[in-house]
């Protein structure tokens, strides 16, 4: 038992901590906001060449032999200065499901690039009912049709993977965004991550499915696992950013003759963020820990960390926004960048009632 | 980040199991029992626990312990405090008291007051909090005039735990200069409490009897040979000894033992045709009263991952406590909730659910973010040393 980061650890957070301070302040993030795709690829670039990418992978799939507790170190510090990247996207929910699928042309295909980080892939999983992760029916007769909607970063991705039912059969394809059939749109929704609809009508190819029935099933479970715990990573980093933001408002803004600091009712509403990402962050840590070490409790913990994560977002934007007064209601200020992410991240990848349900269910509560 | 216990502290957890399930009667409920028999259990298992070496594992050596590592000793806390604390009044000794005589006492001192703790022989009640000062530590009134052979002691002290055990001996903080102020000028004396003008009031509150006292002493002669430390330097012992108390960790832990019970029944009780874990409601809050427990619990678990690495941490100390607390308050909530009307019934009763085991939760979690330090001290710690907001002046 040792619930402090490893060193390695440590110097890989010092290293994304110089890195994204240095290259991407807020007014970059504000500008990345502003492009048409949300991103820019050459910042992926400085970022992949730091080995972001790689480090979950195994050495044989060019990777780092790292795990999901490394990836988290990433998370955090990528939440901490505001900054949407495609890296859990592109990692958990595009190269992961890859690696764990038995597709071997899709993987002689775009593992090494995804691994590298010269390829970005994105997963377009939510129907346009906004609940379902499978279309009753998505095509037939080699032919891929639908729409999907909230497909983060779109417009960057080189891959696309797609939840959808083939032939009565669940099915996750892959299909290189170049293939003609694919329209992207940007969605306005809460968040400053990318978001976008996708309209597929497209010709598959028979290695273009990575799973079919329940192999597609499970794939897609664990991806959406892996990406909940990174998501939950960002929560962490995004707390911490939003309460820095507000302590140091507490320090400085003075108000009957003193800084608002002194108050408690200020300071204490301060205290129970860093109480509660401080707990998130050991539970988002025991999570990926679970998911390394292929513990059979990592369901649990998984469930435990997102649903706690989506209290800490919660507390984060009413207390910081509290402390912060009006000025934190503006779009001028930098703690709005942090509020609609949390919020998108609360509500993405299980809402705290979905994870609530599934550790009441680990904890055998007959239904 | 490691979470998995080492295969050595699971065996140990696995032997006091083992041992408090073959040692505990089914009556055993807790410290807070008026039962007669309370006490004299408690004094039984602490000797038990001494013929194993468990009682004082965490001491070193020279004051025969097995000098064990922190992650041992929270596993022997977390398994006492689940089975509500069966060390009785005696965990005091073996965490604080003991090793700050330890640390601060002579060697006739040594041989005089460690050997009865480590054999499990004697009770000790805790002299800090005065009727005039609660989170105030250092607002000491309590006088301790120095005369020819020692010190007279008047004053008073409260929220004395186990001093109606009764007590054998009081870890009496007192203000020894009179021209003193704040955390200056403080001793430690060890007071016998069959002493002439030691009164014992006790107080009856939520948690039962025993957990609160009032003390009064009157002209109490206490000889110079149980001052502990420099006269006039108990301050530093005092920040000394509260580091070394673990609190937090019985909240958690009465958690942790109550919630296989609470899913239990709610597995097996049928209402309207279906069982009541089949309520949505019952599983979202019995999920959320696990959560906020596994967060405590590794709140605590980093302190100790610090620690152990050599590293000072008041603040993630004051956030494992502030966590304990919250969240044994709401499980205490969730139990009451859960049982319906017949959860507030005592464990006298033959239609309490659970042994009348969620009021019994439920009425000490009230003063979880009270006593030992209060929630509102905790936070104004992580406040100015964690967070480094300015000391409102």
């Not at chain 1, 992961?96 to 042309?105: G, T, V, Y």
């Not at chain 2, 083992?18 to 807070?32: A, C, H, V, Y």
């Not at chain 2, 007279?152 to 009179?178: E, H, M, Q, T």
Request: hydrophobic share 45%; charged share 25%.
């Amino acid at each position: 038992m040792d619930l402090t980061l490893t060193e390695e650890q440590r110097l890989l957070a010092d290293s994304a901590r110089r890195f994204l301070s240095r290259e991407v302040g807020t007014e970059v993030v504000r500008d990345l906001e502003a492009e048409p795709e949300g991103f820019r690829r050459d910042l992926w670039k400085r970022m992949t060449a730091l080995g972001w990418t790689s480090v979950a992978f195994t050495e044989a799939d060019g990777g780092m032999d790292g795990g999901f507790g490394d990836l988290l170190v990433i998370a955090e510090e990528l939440g901490r200065a505001a900054v949407s990247a495609p890296l859990y996207v592109s990692v958990a929910l595009g190269a992961l499901p890859l690696a764990w699928s038995s597709a071997i042309r899709a993987r002689e295909r775009y593992l090494a690039g995804l691994v590298d980080g010269s390829l970005i892939a994105t997963t377009a999983l939510l129907e346009p009912d906004g609940r379902a992760w499978w279309p009753t029916s998505g095509g037939a007769g080699g032919r891929l049709n639908g729409r999907k909607l909230f497909v983060p970063f779109a417009a960057s991705a080189d891959l696309l993977l797609v939840t959808t039912t083939l032939d009565g059969e669940h099915a996750l394809v892959a299909v290189p965004t170049d293939r003609a059939g694919i329209e992207v749109r940007r969605l306005d929704a809460i968040g400053t991550e990318p978001q976008f609809e996708v309209s597929l009508d497209v010709v598959l190819s028979p290695d273009d499915v990575i799973a079919r029935g329940s192999a597609a099933d499970d794939v897609v479970a664990r991806a959406l696992d892996a990406a909940a715990v990174l998501t939950a990573g960002h929560v962490v980093g995004l707390t911490e950013g939003a309460l820095a933001l507000g302590v140091a408002h507490a320090k400085d803004r003075e108000q009957f003759g003193k800084p608002i600091g002194t108050f408690q009712a200020v300071a204490n509403r301060l205290v129970d963020v860093r109480s509660e990402v401080d707990a998130l962050r050991l539970l988002v840590h025991r999570a990926a820990w679970a998911l390394d070490t292929g513990s059979p409790d990592a369901g649990l913990h998984i469930a435990e960390a997102k649903a706690y994560a989506n209290w800490t977002a919660r507390t984060t934007v009413a207390n910081t926004h509290q402390s912060m007064g009006a000025i934190g209601f503006t779009m001028e200020h930098d703690l709005q960048l942090y509020t609609r992410r949390l919020k998108a991240f609360e509500v993405a990848f299980g809402r705290p009632a979905v994870h609530l349900e599934r550790v009441a269910d680990r904890l055998g509560l007959v239904g | 980040m490691d979470f998995a216990e080492t295969p050595e502290n699971a065996e140990f957890r696995a032997r006091l199991r083992e041992f408090l399930t073959e040692e505990l009667p089914e009556w055993w409920s807790g410290l807070f029992d008026a039962d007669e028999q309370t006490i004299p259990l408690t004094r039984h298992i602490c000797a038990k626990l001494a013929e194993r070496g468990w009682l004082t594992m965490s001491w070193p050596e020279e004051f025969g312990g097995a000098a064990s590592d922190l992650w041992k000793q929270l596993v022997l806390r977390e398994e006492m405090w689940t089975h509500q604390e069966p060390r009785g009044p005696q965990y005091m000794n073996v965490n604080y008291i003991g090793p700050m005589i330890m640390k601060f006492g002579t060697r006739e001192q040594h041989d005089r007051f460690l050997k009865p703790m480590a054999e499990g022989r004697v009770i000790w009640t805790q002299g800090f909090s005065e009727p005039g000062a609660g989170s105030d530590l250092a607002a000491v009134s309590c006088k301790a005039t120095e005369v020819e052979g020692g010190f007279v002691v008047n004053g008073s002290k409260i929220w004395n735990s186990y001093a109606d055990a009764p007590a054998d001996w009081c870890f009496l903080v007192v203000r020894s200069d009179p021209g003193s102020t704040r955390n200056k000028g403080l001793s430690i004396l060890m007071v016998d409490m069959n002493t002439p003008g030691v009164t014992v009031r006790p107080i009856l509150s939520l948690a039962g009897p025993r957990e609160l006292n009032e003390l009064f002493f009157d002209d109490v002669f206490v000889p110079a040979d149980c001052l502990l430390g420099a006269k006039d330097d108990g301050w530093s012992m005092i920040v000394y000894g509260l580091a070394l108390e673990r609190a937090g960790v019985p909240w958690y832990a009465f958690v942790r033992q109550f919630l296989p019970d609470l899913i239990d029944y709610c597995n097996r009780t049928i209402v309207d045709g279906a069982p009541l874990s089949a309520r949505p409601e019952v599983r979202a809050q019995i999920a959320e009263m696990h959560i906020r427990m596994e967060a405590a619990r590794l709140m605590h678990y980093r302190v100790v991952s610090l620690q152990e690495a050599g590293v000072d941490a008041p603040v993630e100390s004051a956030l494992s406590i502030l966590h304990s607390a919250l969240a044994f308050q709401h499980a205490g909530q969730v139990g009451l909730e859960t049982l319906g009307p017949l959860g507030q019934l005592a464990r006298c009763e033959p239609d309490a659910p659970l042994r009348g085991a969620a009021r019994q939760h439920w009425q000490l979690s009230v003063a979880a973010t009270i006593a030992g330090g209060s929630a509102d001290i905790q936070r104004n710690i992580v406040a100015q040393r964690g967070l480094g907001l300015p000391r409102a002046s």
